[in-house]
């Protein structure tokens, strides 16, 4: 094994990936699958975020609440959780706007990927998992698939 300048051992490079909103909802407010695989992505992965999902993870926690979807300490629980992964997130702009999926409203994270090269886009959302030509090199996939990838 070759060293890089400084003497150490090169390390493995991560690559890229996307968190839809409805997983980190799942993670930080219940836990369970949908938590370990945010746990995995953080830890395995480089996450991006663009300006148009930062607006939605802002503003989500914001709804179930008004809404009685949440309780008290799970919308604490959410909002903490969120601006922690978005502390470690990186934020970049999409230059295109791709328009392939049912909800329009869920290009932004098609968009996102692109621009980040991500290989994955971790999602439970149905009108993101059924898009039948994601671009090349892009994995839709559930929280229970991610957990099960090498």
């Not at 094994?1 to 390390?11: A, D």
């Not at 991006?48 to 300490?73: D, N």
């Amino acid at each position: 094994m070759r060293l890089n300048p400084s003497g150490e051992k090169p390390t493995k490079r991560k690559n890229n990936i996307v968190v839809d909103t409805g997983v980190l909802v799942s993670a930080f407010a219940f836990g369970g699958v949908p938590g370990n695989a945010v746990k995995k992505a953080f830890i395995e992965y480089r996450v991006f975020v663009s300006p148009q999902i930062l607006t939605e993870y802002r503003s989500i926690p914001l709804v179930l609440k008004a809404a009685g979807k949440i309780t008290p300490e799970q919308f604490r629980a959410l909002v903490a959780g969120i601006a922690s992964f978005v502390a470690g997130a990186t934020v970049v702009t999409p230059q295109k706007n791709i328009h392939i999926c049912r909800d329009p409203k869920d290009d932004m994270f098609i968009d996102c990927c692109l621009e980040a090269q991500a290989i994955i886009l971790l999602t439970s959302d149905k009108d993101l998992l059924c898009i039948a030509d994601a671009p090349p090199g892009l994995e839709i996939l559930r929280p229970k698939e991610f957990l099960v990838r090498p």
